[in-house]
């Protein structure tokens, strides 16, 4: 994985890992309180709108992509070292994701495209020009992807065959007025556990839909009734995290059961589930900076952390559960210990 000769190489450090003094608070624990301090990941000019982990590697490591309004995604590694920028977007990046053998990248932006990126080179493979702002995009789950799905304020949801880039996309849905949704799309995710096949998307409308993707035809919908400001699906597959309103919404892919809802006293901006205790989730608010964990039975509040200057608009969790990250409308992503005191990456501790 080289640095882009594109990127930050000629710029000053700023762009590396550091722990983050400031971002300190006490987690209770059997043996007393244990100093809790995240990593700082600078970089970002702007808010950081999205973040994802990719899967686990063959070395047991993984990445880490980020979308800003700074218009210029990030990759890092699972130390959260910067490995490079992709350059290249007009206007702000609102949604950005890595395909299952971390070879591509795709993102979506506010300046009506959705570009595929190498993530070897940081060169740009190939732009889809869309006429409207494009808030969400997801690769086809085979390790070297063949399709596209993206999703705006268009409200239709395009499918891209990325081995025929210049051919027109396909347009999921059969209303008379060629729209897929009837409020902006905020997110789509691509299930890996259906054999590629099945869609999701989530809207400003509050519907979730299910979409058959051999025959662009929806099967299934889920009105939330409130607008939905994000969805993820967690680590492992097999559960959607959907936040509107105060409510988070876990939903089985497969709908083979009911949905669990947990109502918090803020409003989430995102949520996102722990990939193996399934106990757990993490979420940001609108309201404060602080980046909190929850108990998935009870509601409860579990831990709370300060470290962020602004709001905390995206929260994600790593693909070992080790580590769960944050971005701010601070600019900055943090990552934090699932477990403080491990020694765990950067987080080494002396027995």
């Keep these: 994985m080289a640095n882009y000769t594109n990127g930050y190489n000629s710029l000053p450090h700023s ?13 209770q624990s059997g043996s007393g309180a244990i100093k809790v301090q995240p990593l700082l990941c600078s970089g970002h000019t702007r808010p950081v709108t999205h973040l994802q982990f990719s899967n686990l590697l063959d070395d047991g490591t993984y990445l880490l992509i980020s979308a800003c309004k700074d218009g210029n995604p990030m990759l890092r590694s699972w130390l959260g070292d910067w490995i490079g920028t992709f350059l290249g977007h007009k206007g702000a990046v609102w949604s950005s994701k ?25 060169e740009a493979l190939h732009t889809f020009a869309h006429n409207h ?23 239709k949801i395009r499918l891209f065959d990325l081995g025929r880039p210049d051919a027109e996309p396909l347009v999921l849905g059969s209303n008379p007025d060629g729209l897929s949704c009837e409020g ?55 559960t959607l995290s959907v936040t509107a309103g105060k409510k988070v919404h876990f939903l089985d892919i497969l709908r083979q059961h009911p949905p669990v809802t947990v109502e918090l006293p803020h409003p989430p901006t995102s949520a ?11 979420v940001g608010s609108t309201n404060d900076p602080w980046v909190r964990v929850y108990d998935l ?55």
């Design 15 to 27: 762009h590396s890992t550091t722990p983050d003094p400031l971002g300190r608070e006490s987690a």
């Design 98 to 122: 890595i395909s299952l053998d971390t070879s591509r990248a795709v993102t979506g932006s506010a300046d009506f495209t959705a570009k595929i990126w190498d993530t070897n080179t940081g």
């Design 133 to 155: 702002i494009v808030r969400s995009v997801a690769l086809n789950p085979q390790p070297t992807p063949q399709y596209l799905l993206t999703g705006g304020h268009e409200k």
């Design 184 to 238: 902006n799309v905020r997110s789509l995710v691509w299930d890996e556990g259906s054999g590629g096949t099945m869609g999701v998307s989530a809207a400003e409308d509050g519907k979730v839909r299910w979409w058959d993707l051999r025959t662009l035809s929806q099967t299934a919908a889920l009105d939330l009734g409130e607008p939905i400001t994000s969805m993820e699906l967690a680590h492992g597959g097999g």
């Design 272 to 282: 996102s589930l722990h990939p193996f205790l399934r106990d757990r989730f993490v």
């Design 297 to 351: 039975d009870s509601g409860q509040e579990k831990e709370v952390y300060k470290g962020h200057h602004g709001p905390v608009l995206c929260a994600s969790y790593s693909p070992d559960g080790e580590v769960y990250a944050s971005g701010s409308e601070d600019g900055t992503i943090r990552l934090w210990q699932t477990n403080p005191g491990k020694s765990y990456g950067l987080w080494q501790t002396q027995d």
